[in-house]
Structures are given as structure tokens and as C-alpha cells.
């Protein structure tokens, strides 16, 4: 506080110029009150406040994270890993109760045992999977952010508002005609990026009543 202290068994007073940053998840005022926290060293960090959401109650940033630390885990193991539309939309609506600490080893995690280029729904943890439609997945937020000028982000372009409503099966019948379009309607390719067999990716063409533009026929 004084910017001055003695080391253990000193008679030297050093003079600093340092500014402490403390974190905690918990309501300090409350285990002043309960007694397991100390007043007086509460009231000496208790300078300039920051209080931070938990991840859930600030869905809007939870592509602009999940587009950092892809790119951050892509450079450590040397991938060029993306995320599918889907998966974005479904990591949007989890309530993460790790916070943003358990975002970044999921996506670290992912990457890791990624083997394909694109990351779909089905390789996510089942807790995230199961978990029903939160409200978060009609926040106009969660949404796909446009890739980084690293070229690593998010797969495919921007989805407008009303796509965070669809279904996971809506979700799924976007993410085929993206894959579809991105490899010039060749079945083939867009299943090998999904992960899906030929028969699969045909099951789900004829299943959304998928068709090429005009031009294609």
C-alpha cells in the first residue's frame, strides 16, 4: 500500500512501483462476512473492481474466443483445423460452467484429436451434444465471426440470425449444402470433409431435399 517493504530478516526498506491484479470466482464481500477472508486485505486489493460475467450470461463473445483459440491451438500442434457451422451453434447454446478456462481445453482438445479439416457436431463430448437448445441459441450473438486474417478461423461464411433457431437437424441440412457448395456439388469431397460416407452424405441429400443450382443440371 505504501509502496515500500522489508524483506524477511531485513533492515533494507525497498521502494516499488507495482500494481497487484487478484482474481477470484467467489463474492469476497460474503467470506469477509463469513469470516473466511480477511477484511483488511480485501479493503487493500479492493481498489479498481472488474467484475467479469460467468461465459454463459456473455454468449457474444464465445466465437470471437472460440475463433482465437483455435488459432492458437492450430499454431501450437501445427493444424489448420476449422469449426463447422454446427459445432459453433451448439457450443454457443452450452452453459459452460468451467467458464472460458474449459472453452479453450475443449478446443485444445479438439484440435488435438481432430482427423479431418473440419471438426463436426458428432465429435463433440455428448454432455454438449445432449444438453437441450438454451435460450442463448436465439441470441443474435452467437453467430459465425468472419475468419482471422490468419486463415484458420470458423467454417463457412457468417450465418444470418435466424439460422441460431433451426434445429440441430435445419443445422445439419445448412452445414451439407455449405460443404456441397464449397467443393462445387461433388458428394464425394463435401463427405469427406464431414467425415461421412458416400451413402451417408446421399442419405442426407435426399433426406433435406437437397438439389444443385440450375446451372449445375
Same mark, same amino acid.
Given at each position: 500500500? /505504501?509502496? +515500500?517493504?522489508?524483506?524477511?530478516?531485513?533492515?533494507?526498506?525497498?521502494?516499488?512501483?507495482?500494481?497487484?491484479?487478484?482474481?477470484?470466482?467467489?463474492?469476497?464481500?460474503?467470506?469477509?462476512?463469513?469470516?473466511?477472508?480477511?477484511?483488511?486485505?480485501?479493503?487493500?486489493?479492493?481498489?479498481?473492481?472488474?467484475? =467479469?460475467?460467468?461465459?454463459?450470461?456473455?454468449?457474444?463473445? @464465445?466465437? =470471437?474466443? =472460440?475463433?482465437?483459440?483455435?488459432? /492458437?491451438?492450430?499454431?501450437?500442434?501445427?493444424?489448420?483445423?476449422?469449426?463447422?457451422?454446427?459445432?459453433?451453434?451448439?457450443?454457443?447454446?452450452?452453459?459452460?460452467?468451467?467458464?472460458?478456462?474449459?472453452?479453450?481445453?475443449?478446443?485444445?482438445?479438439?484440435? @488435438?484429436?481432430?482427423?479431418?479439416?473440419?471438426?463436426?457436431?458428432?465429435?463433440?463430448?455428448?454432455? @454438449?451434444?445432449?444438453?437441450?437448445?438454451?435460450?442463448?441459441?436465439?441470441?443474435?450473438?452467437?453467430?459465425?465471426?468472419?475468419?482471422?486474417?490468419?486463415?484458420?478461423? =470458423?467454417?463457412?461464411?457468417?450465418?444470418?440470425?435466424?439460422?441460431?433457431? %433451426?434445429?440441430? %437437424?435445419? +443445422? /445439419?441440412?445448412?452445414?451439407?449444402?455449405?460443404?456441397?457448395?464449397?467443393?462445387?456439388?461433388?458428394?464425394?469431397?463435401?463427405?469427406? /470433409?464431414?467425415?461421412?460416407?458416400?451413402?451417408?452424405?446421399?442419405?442426407?441429400?435426399? %433426406?433435406?431435399?437437397?438439389?444443385?443450382?440450375?446451372?449445375?443440371?
Amino acid at each position: 500500500q /505504501e509502496q +515500500m517493504f522489508e524483506r524477511l530478516g531485513g533492515t533494507q526498506t525497498i521502494t516499488v512501483n507495482v500494481r497487484v491484479i487478484a482474481a477470484t470466482n467467489r463474492s469476497l464481500e460474503e467470506c469477509v462476512e463469513q469470516g473466511t477472508f480477511r477484511a483488511d486485505l480485501f479493503y487493500r486489493l479492493n481498489v479498481v473492481p472488474v467484475v =467479469l460475467p460467468p461465459l454463459r450470461d456473455r454468449r457474444e463473445d @464465445i466465437p =470471437l474466443l =472460440l475463433d482465437h483459440f483455435l488459432q /492458437e491451438s492450430n499454431r501450437m500442434n501445427a493444424r489448420e483445423v476449422r469449426l463447422s457451422s454446427s459445432v459453433v451453434q451448439l457450443l454457443c447454446g452450452y452453459t459452460w460452467p468451467g467458464n472460458v478456462r474449459e472453452l479453450q481445453n475443449l478446443i485444445e482438445r479438439l484440435v @488435438i484429436m481432430a482427423d479431418r479439416d473440419t471438426i463436426v457436431s458428432r465429435e463433440l463430448p455428448s454432455y @454438449i451434444t445432449a444438453e437441450p437448445e438454451a435460450e442463448s441459441l436465439s441470441a443474435p450473438s452467437c453467430r459465425l465471426v468472419a475468419p482471422s486474417p490468419e486463415g484458420m478461423g =470458423l467454417a463457412d461464411e457468417p450465418l444470418p440470425t435466424s439460422a441460431a433457431h %433451426k434445429s440441430l %437437424k435445419d +443445422m /445439419e441440412k445448412t452445414e451439407v449444402e455449405g460443404a456441397l457448395r464449397r467443393h462445387g456439388w461433388v458428394q464425394a469431397r463435401a463427405a469427406r /470433409e464431414l467425415g461421412l460416407t458416400q451413402r451417408q452424405m446421399g442419405y442426407r441429400i435426399k %433426406k433435406y431435399g437437397i438439389a444443385p443450382p440450375d446451372f449445375f443440371h
